[in-house]
C-alpha cells in the first residue's frame, strides 16, 4: 500500500497543469449544454473488477520472463488491487479464479477487503487444466465431454465455485469453456453443444436464484479446429436453454478478425443478455494486451453502445458486470491494469459527450457525414482532465502511472515477495 | 438445348474408362460395407437450384469482361438451365430474382419450365439497388430505413416477390439484405434491427402458410461498416421473432476469415432453422467463385453435417433449399455452373461414404486420430465416377462440361443471342 | 466556388471558440516545450492530392446511388478540386487517371488550374477495363498477359499517360495493375512475374529521368484467387527489378486482416523506397472509406513512422507523394474528401507532438509503459484547433465542412451540372 | 523400435486390397501418360526432417496434457524418429534444438543415428526463452535487442549452434526470432530492424561457406504488436544483406489470415531464395496441427509450385530443407507425425500427377476452365497407394499407423519411460 500522503503529495505536483487542463475541457462542455460536473460524478461511480490473475507476469506457450514480487497467495493479490484502488479509486473489486484463489481463513479475507475497499464480484471456474488432485483429465473436454463422470466433475467443480464465492458474496459466475476439438471428426458437434448445454443448466439450477450466470464465447485457442461455444450466437442460444440468469460475456479479444463488436453488444443489449465485459486490447487474437492500447476508437465506438443501451429505458438489460481480462508479459502488471483502468474510463467518459439529441437527428434524416461528426467529436476530445479529477475527487492520484513510479512501489514488492515469486494465472 | 443423341455419341467414347473406374470404387466400396447402388441412388436424387442471375458474367466494382451469348430474358436462362440440367440432369430448378425476372407470359413460362423438366424453387427480393421507377431510394437501407414510407416499399416488393412466386409455384421467398451502413454513427444499431425484424414479420405474415421465408446474412459489402444481419446468430434471433417457417440461409462467401462454418451448419441443425444454402467458392470475402474450387475439404466438412444431420431422427429441420449462388467473371458461366454442381455432388458423396457407427465410436473413445482418418478416408476417395453415373443413368453425361464443350455451345449462343447480349444480374 | 468573402463571414461566426481553443492548446504545448507556431506551418505546409476519380459518387458491384451534380469533365473535376483546396488551403494537387482525364485543350487546363491554385501530382492509368476502342481485352490481364500483344498495348498505354502527364507537368506515373487470377491453375505465377517485371521495366525505360513510377500493391480484389502484385514484397522486388526510380506506393485498404501497415512504412524508408500513399479507410477490405473514419489510432502510427523517417537524416527516402483514394457510396464526394483531409492533417499534427527524444529514451531503455504513454499523449492530444488555423491563416475556413454546408454548394452543383449527371470513376 | 518382421507380419494382411488398389491406380495413370513406377521412385526420394522438440505433448498457455512415454533425452528423441523412419522410410533426418538437443556423447550419437539410418538436418536456435544459466534476458529481444550486450550473447548462442551442428554434420542454421513488440512505440522499427540485420551478418560471416542460413518470418505471436520479422518480404530483405547462402524459410503457419502461401513460394523459387519448409495445418494462426489436416487443397497447391520450380531448368533456386514444424496437443505425437508424413507425400505425389504440359498449354490459351481442371484432376486423384508401395518398397509398413497401432508401441513407450515423463519443447 501507498501513504495517502504520498498521493497528496504527488497530486501537488500535478494540480496546477491539471486544473489548467480541467478548467478549459470544463468551459468547453458547458459552451456545448453538457454539465461537466455530473460528467465527472459518473465517471467516479463506474467500477471495474480486477482478475486475480493478472497480478502476475504473464506468458505465452513460447515462455514467460517474471518481473518478480508477484502476490504469492490470495491475500497478496489482494493487496496489490488494494493498491490500484488506492491509486485510481476505479478498481473496487476483485474477479477470483478457482482453484487459484480458494478462500482459506474467509473472516479474514473479508476483512482485508473491506480494509481495502474491495468486494468480490464473480468467481471464474477452471475446467481447461487438469489440478493435481483430479480424478479424470479434461485433456477432452469438460462441459461437453463424452464420458458422464469427467462432465459431473466439471459440473460439480463449478458449483463449488458458486460456494466459495457465496462465503466471499460474490453474485456471478463466470463460465469459459476451453472446449472443443483441434481437428475434424473430432466432435460430434451437434451431441457435444447438446451436453453442453445440459451441463450449464445442472450448474445453473444449482446457483442460488439471485446469481448470474455469465456464459463466454471465443472462436479458438487453445482448441484450433472448433470452440463449443465459438461466437455470440452460441453464447445466446445457450443462455436462452439456460435460462432467464443466464447472460452472455463479451470478451474484447474472442473474435474473428474484422468482427463489428460494437454491433453485437448492441444486440445483446436489446435482447436483454449482456452481462458481463472482459476487457483487453488486441491485434490479432486473443492477445490479451492492455484495454485500449490497440484499438482505442473502437472501445469508444462499444462504449458508445453501452452508453446509449443503459439510457434508454426501452431496453431491458440488467446491469454489466466490467471486468479486465488481461496477460501482462512485457509490463509490469500493476502498470498494465492502471492504464487499462485508464483507457476504459476514458472510452467512457467520451461516450458520455455524445450529443445524443443531435444524433439521433442525424440519424433519423440519414446525414451520415453529421452523425459521424458527433460521434467524432466527442472521442476527439481530450478527457483526461475528467478522469483524472474524477479520481482525485475520491482521494487518488491524478496521474495514477506516475504516483506509482513514483512510490518505487515494484522495488518493494520484490524485496518484500522475491524476485523470483510466481503468481497463480497464466 | 443439345441433342440427346449428341450426349449418348459423347458418352460412347468415355464409357470404357468409366466402366474400369466405376467398377474399381464399386469394389472399394463393397469390401467396406458400403452398397455403390443406394449412393448412386442418394446422388441422383439430390437437386440443386441455379440462380437466374448467374447466366450471364458477372463482374466487379472495376469492371466487366462479357462473353456474349448471355440470356436476354426470363426464356433464355431458362433455356440454358434446361441445358445444364439436361447434361448433369442435377439442376432442376431455377431461383428468380425479382425485379430481373418478373414473368410476363405464366402459362407460357409453365409450359417452358415443363418442358425442360425445372420447376421454380424460390424468388429472391431485391431492395439492394434503385429500380427506374421507383418511388423511395434504398441508398439508406430498405427494410431498416428509418422512414416508414420506404420501409413499406420494401415490405411490398417482397410481398410482391412472393405474388410472382405464387403465380410459378414457388414456396419459398429468400430475403438478403444489403441494409447497413458505411460510418460509425449512422445507424443507430439497435433501432435499426427493431425496424427490420418488425418489417420482416409484416412480409412473413402477409406469406402463405405453405411459404418459408429464408434470412440471409452477411458481415459486410456493401456496406463496409455494418450489416443488419452480419452473422447466423442475428438471423436466427430475427428467425425466432418472425415466426415457425423463417429460416436461415448459409451463403458459403459470407463469413468473416477463418469461421467454422460446418459448425454453424451444426447449429443450426440442432435448433431446426437451417432452412437453405447458396453455394460458391471464397478466398477472401464474398467471391462468388465456383463451389469447391477453393476449399474442398471445408465443403466436404460441411455436407459431412449436412449427411449426419439428415439422418439423424433427433434432428427437427425442415428440408434444406439447395441453391447456387455464384457470379462468373472470368469463365464460361454455363461451364462454372457445370463444374459447381459436380464439386457440390462430389462433396456430398464423399459424406455418405463417412462411416458413421466408426465415426461415432472413435468420437465416443475420443479417438482423435481416428475420428480423423475416417473423415479422411471418405473425403480421399475418388468419387467421380460415382456422380458420373448417377448423370448417365438420368440421361445426362458421363463428363457433363466435356460434353457441352465439344458440342460448341457457346459459339451457338453468341450466334443466337449477339456478342454483346447483357444478362440482368450482378 | 465560394467567394472569399463567404470563407471569412463563416470563420468569424467560429473565431472566439476558435481562439479559445486554440490558446489552450497552445500554451499546453508551450508548457511541454514544443513550438506551436512551427507545428501549424508544418501543417500548412502539408499538401494531399485528390484523385480525379473520387468526386463522384462511387458504388460496389450491387450498385450506385447518385447524389448529383457530379462533375462531367476534366474541367469540372478541377472545380471541384479547387472548391476544396478553397476551403482547406492543404488539397492542392490532383491526381488523374487515363483515359478518364486525358487532357483536350492543355493551355486552357493549365490556366484553370493556375487560377485554382492546383497542380497535377500523377497520372494513374487503368488496364482493369476494356475501352470501347481498344483491340485487345484486358479481362485475362495487362502488363502480365501470356500474349505479347495485350502487353504491348498495355505497355503503350502506360507510356500514353506519362505522355498526358507531361503537357502537364506531373511527375509521377501510378501503376496499379488489377493483374491476377479467379482460379487455381490459371496463371503460372513464376511467368506471370515476370511477364508483369519485363512489362513494367520497358514502361520505365521510356519515362523521363525526373519521372518517378510508383507500383502498388493489393492483396485481393478484382481478382480473387491470387494478384500480380500481392503485397509490398512484391512490389519492393519488382522496383529493384525496375531501377532507382520506381517506389512502392502503399494503399491503406490494401492488406489483409490485421496486417501491421505501419511496420511496412518504416521498413519501406529505411529501404530507401516508399514512393506514394494511397489513404482511405477501411474495416474489412479495399472499402474505401474516409479516412481516418475507422481506425484513427492506426492512422497516427502510419504517421508517427513517416515523421520519424522524414526527420532522421540517416533515411535515404525519396519525398512521398501523399494521395487519397477513396470511393463515396453515402456520402456527398466533396464532404468525405474534407473530412479525408482533416483526418490525415490530424494524424499528422499528433505525430509532430510526440516527443522524440523521451520517447527514443524510453525505447533504448525498453521502458514499454514509457514508449507507449508518450505514443498516447500525443495522440490524445485535440489537435483540432491546429489544423483549423494552420487553414485560417491560409485564407481557408475555420471549419471546411461547415463552410461548405453553409454556402449551399452541393444544391448549386446539381442546379448546375444536373440531379443525374455522373462522373467518370468507379 | 519396431521389428522388421512385425512390419512385414503386418503388411501381408494389407497386401490383397494394397495391391488391387495399385494396379487400379498405375493403369489410371498409364492411361493418361504417366509412368507410375517413375512417379513411386520420386515419392520414394522424398525425405522429410522430425523436429526434435515435436515428440513430446505440446499445449498452450492455458495447459498441457501429458500422454506419457515422451522421450527424455536426445537419444531417445533419435530412437523415436527411428520407429518413423522404420515405419515410413520418410523421415530420415531430425531438426535439433538448441539447447534442448545439445550433443554430449558425439560418437555416441553419431553411432546411433547410423544404426537409425538417421542424419541431422539441421539445427535451431532458441533465443525466444531465457535459460537457467543465462546472464542477459530475452524479455525484450535477442538479436534485435537495443543493448550490445544482450545481442553478442544471442550472436554467440547461434555460432554455439552452428558448433553442435558441425560436429553432427549438419549443414543448416534455422534461425527464428520472436522477437518484436507487444505495444506501440515500444521498438524504434527502423532501429531494432537494423540491429537484426547486422546481428545477422555476424552470425552469417562465422558460418562455414557450406552451411545454409535459413530466416523464418512469422506475422504474430509471442508478439502481438510487431514481430521483427513478420512476413516474406522481410526476411528475402534481410537474406539479401546477409548473403548468398542466406535462405527464406516457410513455415505454413506463419501468415495473415487468407494469404496466398502457394504464391509465395512461387515467387520466393523464381528469386532463388526458397530454403526451407516447415509443414503444419492450421486454420486461424500458427495453429501447428497435423500437417494437410485442414487444407488439403492448398498443400497441393503448395506442392504444385515447388514441383514446377524444381523441375523447371530456369529456376536457380537451391535445394530446399523439408522439416515439419508442429506441436501434438491431443493426439499421441508419434501418430501425428505419421499422419503429417503421410499427408506430405500425398500433396507431392499429387503435384507429380499434373500434366504440366497441357496445363501450360491451357494457361498460355487462358482457357481458366481447363487448367482449372488438369489441376483439380491431380488432386482428386487418390493417390494413397503409390505412398504406400513407396514406404512397402523400402521395408517400410503399407500403412504406418495401422502398424504403429498394432504393435502398441504407446504403450511400452510409457512403460519404459513413465507415464509423466515430459520431453524439452514447446
Same mark, same amino acid.
Given at each position: 500500500m501507498i501513504a495517502h500522503e504520498q498521493i497528496q503529495y504527488h497530486n501537488q505536483a500535478q494540480a496546477p497543469e491539471h486544473e489548467t487542463r480541467l478548467q478549459f475541457i470544463e468551459g468547453v462542455l458547458e459552451r456545448k449544454g453538457f454539465n461537466p460536473r455530473q460528467i465527472i460524478e459518473q465517471i467516479r461511480a463506474f467500477q471495474i473488477?480486477?482478475?486475480?490473475?493478472?497480478?502476475?507476469?504473464?506468458?505465452?506457450?513460447?515462455?514467460?520472463?517474471?518481473?518478480?514480487?508477484?502476490?504469492?497467495?490470495?491475500?497478496?493479490?489482494?493487496?496489490?488491487?488494494?493498491?490500484?484502488?488506492?491509486?485510481?479509486?476505479?478498481?473496487?473489486?476483485?474477479?477470483l479464479h478457482i482453484p487459484w484463489d480458494i478462500p482459506k481463513d474467509v473472516p479474514a479475507l473479508k476483512q482485508l477487503l473491506t480494509q481495502h475497499g474491495l468486494t468480490i464480484d464473480s468467481v471464474n471456474s477452471n475446467t481447461f487444466q487438469d489440478q493435481k488432485d483430479q480424478i479424470h483429465s479434461y485433456k477432452y473436454g469438460s462441459l461437453c465431454h463424452t464420458e458422464n463422470a469427467v462432465r459431473q466433475q466439471a459440473i460439480e467443480h463449478n458449483i463449488q465455485c458458486v460456494e466459495?464465492?457465496?462465503?466471499?458474496?460474490?453474485?456471478?459466475?463466470?463460465?469459459?469453456?476451453a472446449d472443443g476439438s483441434n481437428f475434424p471428426?473430432?466432435?460430434?458437434?451437434?451431441?457435444?453443444y447438446q451436453r453442453t448445454a445440459e451441463s450449464l443448466a445442472d450448474i445453473y439450477s444449482a446457483m442460488p436464484p439471485d446469481w448470474t450466470m455469465l456464459i463466454e464465447y471465443k472462436p479458438y485457442e487453445p482448441n484450433f479446429y472448433s470452440m463449443i461455444i465459438p461466437d455470440w450466437g452460441t453464447s445466446y442460444a445457450l443462455c436462452q436453454?439456460?435460462?432467464?440468469?443466464?447472460?452472455?460475456?463479451?470478451?474484447?479479444?474472442?473474435?474473428?478478425?474484422?468482427?463489428? /463488436?460494437?454491433?453485437?453488444?448492441?444486440?445483446?443489449?436489446?435482447?436483454?443478455?449482456?452481462?458481463?465485459?472482459?476487457f483487453n486490447g488486441s491485434m490479432y487474437g486473443d492477445d490479451d494486451l492492455t484495454t485500449g492500447s490497440i484499438k482505442p476508437f473502437q472501445l469508444f465506438l462499444i462504449f458508445n453502445e453501452l452508453v446509449d443501451g443503459m439510457n434508454d429505458p426501452a431496453v431491458k438489460n440488467p446491469d454489466i458486470a466490467w471486468m479486465i481480462d488481461a496477460s501482462h508479459n512485457t509490463k509490469d502488471p500493476i502498470e498494465d491494469l492502471l492504464q487499462s483502468v485508464n483507457g476504459i474510463l476514458a472510452a467512457y467518459a467520451r461516450a458520455l459527450l455524445v450529443d445524443r439529441a443531435a444524433l439521433s437527428q442525424?440519424?433519423?434524416?440519414?446525414?451520415?457525414?453529421?452523425?459521424?461528426?458527433?460521434?467524432?467529436?466527442?472521442?476527439?476530445?481530450?478527457?483526461?482532465p475528467l478522469v483524472a479529477e474524477a479520481m482525485r475527487l475520491d482521494g487518488g492520484a /491524478?496521474?495514477?502511472?506516475a504516483a506509482y513510479r513514483a512510490a518505487h512501489i515494484r522495488a518493494s514488492l520484490i524485496e518484500k515477495r522475491g524476485k523470483f515469486s510466481t503468481a497463480t494465472g497464466l
Open positions: 473488477a480486477i482478475p486475480s490473475w493478472a497480478l502476475g507476469t504473464g506468458g505465452t506457450r513460447f515462455g514467460r520472463f517474471s518481473i518478480g514480487g508477484e502476490p504469492r497467495s490470495l491475500e497478496e493479490k489482494i493487496e496489490d488491487v488494494g493498491l490500484i484502488h488506492q491509486l485510481n479509486r476505479s478498481a473496487n473489486s476483485i474477479s466459495h464465492g457465496k462465503q466471499l458474496d460474490a453474485k456471478v459466475l463466470t463460465v469459459w469453456l471428426g473430432q466432435h460430434h458437434l451437434r451431441k457435444a436453454y439456460v435460462g432467464k440468469n443466464a447472460q452472455v460475456l463479451v470478451d474484447l479479444g474472442h473474435h474473428l478478425p474484422n468482427t463489428n /463488436i460494437e454491433q453485437i453488444v448492441g444486440r445483446l443489449m436489446h435482447f436483454g443478455r449482456l452481462g458481463g465485459f472482459h442525424a440519424q433519423e434524416e440519414n446525414d451520415v457525414v453529421q452523425a459521424e461528426e458527433l460521434l467524432r467529436d466527442a472521442f476527439l476530445t481530450d478527457v483526461r /491524478i496521474d495514477p502511472l
